[in-house]
């Protein structure tokens, strides 16, 4: 297999080398990555990246209890940066009064590219009392910050009362942002789409974060610390990724990872059901907001149902926009003082 000799880390080796070997022994490689994916610890896996006893690990390190009070959010992330992959994990978000709390599950390389980062993003928005969340997904590449690419839709279950899965695929050719395994949103790669489309090794994090600012009616309804803390709990978490080295050394296992995750796209049954969930729960997308992008961006692809679904809809579906984007990543100082 050739490895770069700067490429030393075990970790690159024992990923790599078991993708093949799991996968082509099962007869539908593609369906078994997403449906029954192997599952990682914390400590194989993650670091934690801010709010010290706010992170908390339970049944080995097979579970994450992040949480947010008034001192501190919560965050941790993947100790491997990988090119490529299928990223997953069961997620239960805060039950109670959650106005302005953000959780976010996501692939960014923000820390080691400043200026012009890749990112791919689950979000999930808190809600007053009798209001669900919302679920929002977004990607940017090589900084392409100026042009957001958010959807939003509403859950066909109660995200505080069970785990349910929410996973990315990424490969060269497309994205996949699947909820429960039912793909909710492709993005496929164009040519004019250029380095919009993320291309670069990237963690995955897993944070909890006061968006009082925008995340709830555009801030209309801050967080109330009086029901905090509030707890995410994150399970079954997959790293299916080739681990690269971002500095000299880019993935040895480009060749094959290209294969496998390459040849995973959307079945026909797929297909159908992400038509019917978008339809009926989409209720954002950039695609149609006429107001923000005149003429739609490279890659939407305009479906008749959806387009008079959105028609006229614009951009008065507040919130899209993220303030304070970035910081999340690390702990925020100035924050955390004011608290
Ligand atoms: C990505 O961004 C960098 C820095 O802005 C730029 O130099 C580079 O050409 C961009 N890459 C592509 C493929 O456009």
Redesign the pocket.
């Known amino acids: 297999m050739g490895f770069a000799s700067s490429c030393s880390s075990t970790s690159i080796i024992l990923l790599c080398s078991s993708f093949p070997l799991l996968l082509f022994a099962y007869g539908v490689p593609e369906q078994t990555i997403i449906r029954t994916p192997s599952t990682v610890s914390f400590h194989e896996g993650y670091t934690q990246l801010f709010g010290d006893k706010n992170l908390i690990l339970l049944g080995d390190g097979k579970t994450v209890h992040i949480s947010l009070d008034e001192r501190t959010g919560a965050g941790f992330a993947s100790q491997d940066l990988y090119l490529y992959g299928f990223f997953s994990a069961a997620i239960k978000l805060p039950s109670e009064y959650a106005a302005g709390v953000v959780v976010a599950f996501y692939l960014s390389n923000g820390d080691v590219f400043e200026?012009?980062h890749d990112e791919l993003d689950f979000e999930f928005l808190g809600n007053i009392r009798g209001k669900e969340w919302r679920v929002q997904t977004n990607l940017y590449g090589?900084?392409s910050t100026g042009l957001g690419r958010e959807e939003r839709y509403s859950l066909w279950f109660d995200p505080t009362e069970d785990f349910h899965h929410y996973s990315i695929l990424w490969n060269r050719n497309r994205i996949i942002f699947y909820i429960d395994s039912i793909p909710i949103r492709e993005v496929v790669w164009t040519e004019a789409m250029?380095?919009d489309f993320p291309?670069k090794p990237m963690s995955l994090y897993a944070t909890i974060w006061d968006g009082s600012s925008w995340a709830t009616a555009g801030g209309r309804y801050p967080i109330n610390y009086k029901f905090s803390p509030y707890v995410a709990e994150f399970a079954e978490l997959v790293l299916h990724g080739c681990a690269v080295d971002p500095i000299g050394c880019l993935s040895t296992c480009r060749d094959e990872e290209a294969g496998l995750f390459n040849s995973i796209s959307i079945t026909p049954a797929q297909r159908t059901a992400m038509r019917d969930l978008r339809r009926k729960h989409m209720a954002y997308s950039y695609c149609y907001d006429e107001e923000r992008y005149p003429s739609p961006p490279p890659e939407c692809v305009a479906d008749a149902r959806e387009a008079e679904q959105f028609a006229g809809a614009g951009s008065g579906r507040s919130g899209y926009r993220r303030r304070g984007h970035g910081k999340r990543h690390r702990k925020p100082p100035a924050a955390d003082a004011t608290f």
């Open positions: 200026k012009n090589n900084g250029g380095a291309s």
